[in-house]
């Protein structure tokens, strides 16, 4: 049982990725992609027999060659629309935009009421549920009830900032 | 006297179109409840917990699987007792009293309505149970024109899709990326094309009987049906945990509350604690959150999380924790769970002393697994084997999901817990190799191909991913070759054939 245990990843153990896990995963772009603009982060570590995504991305940006690969994200044909946010069945697709000087956006699936609207002032999340702050909400659309929510968040929160909570 | 409302009337994902309203009485007085709810669900939803007493000690029982798989719900309904009220829809001047123990013996003077004359049929293949595996089946059947007949116990057709909110993972031929009880929509409106399908709502395969024959039991006629080939689909039943208290009302099974607040909108309680980090603790722990019901924690015996790393992420970002290598000690209360003390497990799952600690909350959900509903091979007498990764006793079974009794079928939870998808596929299967005997030539040709399709996706490629891997090893354990299966049915000679 001890061996089980040390060769199981952290997240495994805690239900919470973290950003060098991703990285080592290769689920991250290089950091000069995020610098040029929006950008797909697909959270999804495990090979869940899955390949929406693939089907989802209207640029053919996310490969796979077979149904249980992790699914690879073509960094320079991705265009960071978020369809791949809308219709990820794992909810683990995530888009960050890194591009503007001062502010960075984060665009998050949304699955609760009440529907965040444009201009809110909204609770940001982290992976583990922690309110890092408020953000404003920027963007809202909406595919077979997931809410796509994109919020302005401080640069540093760009990589933690997970999912949103609305109080009103 | 009842007050509560605890229907959801507004929710992200589900639109509850409640039907007219109905009227009947509980223990004398009168209840409002919408067409389409069971008597179950319609108590809960006015805030009655307690739906009939032990036999023994006279405690209190309450909803617990919600699917007509347990007895938590026995009430005595129009004199009937031991009626499932979970899965008995609600109608205008029903009496429903809680039952007490064992009930007299109903008899024509304590029982009303009427009894309709039995029924013979006769059809190319009867399939029991009407969720994933069981539609698909009849749709692949229905679609080569073979005349079906469906036995299914729920008063709708679906399953357990109907409660299923979340989007289903898979490719877009296996309909991922839809919901749960979207899926459920779409195979019965595809279904309802056909008439060469007939189904039986409320309706239960009680035995197999000499000769081939099936015996139905309708809510008020008995069919005796003479099939050609048989698809048991029959799903699976939520285990259950020994712990004090676990009989109080508000202990449920995490698949009961999740009919009571998907398919009724009813809202199981205000703070759940869920026991068993699995895709399914942590499927309805989202939903809960999705439901208003505040999730104080899901407790995992083992060292690490059982579900798949994205379905405990979504609960995770919400805040809700999830708690290994721990598990409940007790659950506490009068006539409902108040609360719960938990406690660590060391390396052994040993409980650490001095560890406990209390956790308010009205729910206490179980998650723990499911157990395959193999009742009726086992009445039939066909080989089994208990095998641990699919979650008890299943029919052997061929690549093409025959068992040792020759036309009887397997498919779905009921031959082995897996998922939904693979249910899909499953009853998909064992529809085309019934197909592939019952038509000729050409046809036969091209059904025999689609199956073996469908077969080497299901083995080689869904099946390869090591999400899979337990459930996989468990299927390998119980699949064996024709030959073999040969050897078998002479070693244990079939009691019947449906051939």
């Known amino acids: ?168 | 006297m009842p007050s509560r409302d605890r229907r959801i009337w507004e929710h992200p994902i589900l639109t509850f179109r409640r039907g007219r309203k109905v009227r009947f009485f509980f223990e004398g007085m009168e209840i409002e409840a919408y067409e389409g709810e069971s008597i179950a669900a319609a108590l809960y939803a006015i805030g009655i917990d307690v739906f009939s007493y032990s036999s023994k000690l006279g405690r209190p029982r309450g909803a617990f699987c919600m699917i007509g798989k347990c007895s938590s719900c026995f009430m005595v309904v129009d004199g009937v007792p031991n009626t499932r009220t979970c899965i008995e829809p609600v109608r205008d001047g029903v009496r429903v009293e809680r039952q007490k123990g064992l009930a007299p013996v109903p008899s024509e003077k304590t029982v009303d309505g009427s009894v309709e004359p039995e029924e013979v049929l006769e059809t190319d293949v009867l399939i029991v149970g009407g969720g994933p595996a069981g539609l698909s089946a009849a749709l692949e059947l229905a679609r080569y024109g073979l005349n079906v007949v469906i036995v299914n116990e729920h008063f709708k057709l679906g399953g357990q899709l109907v409660k299923q909110t979340h989007k289903f993972f898979g490719s877009k031929e296996l309909f991922g990326g839809l919901r749960g009880f979207q899926i459920a929509e779409m195979l019965s409106e595809q279904l309802s094309k056909y008439d060469n399908v007939k189904v039986l709502l409320q309706s239960a395969a009680y035995g197999v009987f000499r000769g081939g024959w099936v015996g139905v039991a309708s809510r008020n006629k008995l069919y005796r049906i003479k099939p050609r080939a048989v698809i048991v689909a029959a799903g699976a039943t939520e285990q259950y945990l020994a712990f004090p208290g676990n009989d109080l009302p508000g202990v449920m099974g995490a698949g009961g509350a999740q009919t009571l607040m998907n398919e009724y909108g009813i809202k199981p309680g205000d703070r759940a604690l869920v026991v068993g980090s699995g895709n399914v603790g942590l499927i309805v722990s989202y939903q809960l959150l999705q439901a208003g019901v505040k999730v104080e924690a899901i407790l995992e015996i083992m060292p690490q999380i059982g579900g798949w790393f994205v379905h405990a992420a979504k609960v995770r970002r919400y805040g809700v924790p999830i708690l290994t290598s721990h598990t409940i000690k007790a659950a506490w209360g009068r006539e409902r769970v108040e609360g719960a003390t938990i406690v660590r497990v060391d390396e052994k799952f040993q409980p650490v002393p001095g560890s406990e600690r209390d956790i308010e909350c009205d729910l206490v959900l179980l998650a723990i697994g499911l157990a395959p509903d193999t009742r009726l091979f086992a009445q039939a007498g066909a080989v089994m084997r208990w095998i641990p990764e699919l979650g008890g006793p299943v029919p052997i079974r061929t690549r093409r999901l025959e068992t040792s009794i020759p036309g009887m079928y397997v498919a779905g939870d009921a031959s082995g817990i897996e998922e939904a998808t693979t249910a899909m596929i499953e009853g998909r299967i064992a529809a085309l190799a019934i197909a592939s005997k019952f038509l000729d030539g050409e046809r036969a040709k091209r059904v025999e191909e689609e199956m073996e399709k469908l077969l080497d996706f299901l083995w080689n490629e869904y099946r390869a991913s090591p999400l899979l891997a337990r459930a996989r090893a468990g299927k390998e354990k119980a699949t064996v070759s024709e030959e073999e299966m040969e050897r078998l049915r002479k070693e244990h000679p079939p009691l019947v054939s449906f051939r």
């Open chain 1, 1 to 168: 049982m001890v061996m089980v245990l040390e060769s199981v990843p952290t997240y495994r153990r805690t239900g919470i990725v973290s950003v060098e896990e991703l990285k080592s995963l290769g689920l991250l772009p290089p950091e000069e992609r995020l610098r040029k603009g929006p950008v797909a982060i697909l959270e999804c570590p495990e090979p869940i027999p899955c390949n929406i995504c693939v089907d989802a991305c209207p640029s053919g940006a996310i490969k796979m060659d077979r149904i249980v690969d992790l699914p690879r994200v073509d960094w320079d044909k991705c265009t960071g629309c978020g369809t791949c946010v809308a219709l990820c069945p794992g909810l683990a697709a995530f888009v960050v935009d890194l591009s503007k000087p001062d502010k960075a956006y984060v665009t998050v699936p949304h699955e609760f009421l009440p529907v965040p609207r444009v201009g809110d002032e909204v609770w940001l999340l982290g992976r583990d549920g922690r309110r890092l702050g408020k953000g404003k909400v920027v963007k809202v659309w909406e595919r077979n009830r997931t809410w796509v929510v994109t919020v302005e968040v401080p640069k540093e929160l760009a990589m933690e900032v997970r999912a949103i909570w609305v109080e009103r």
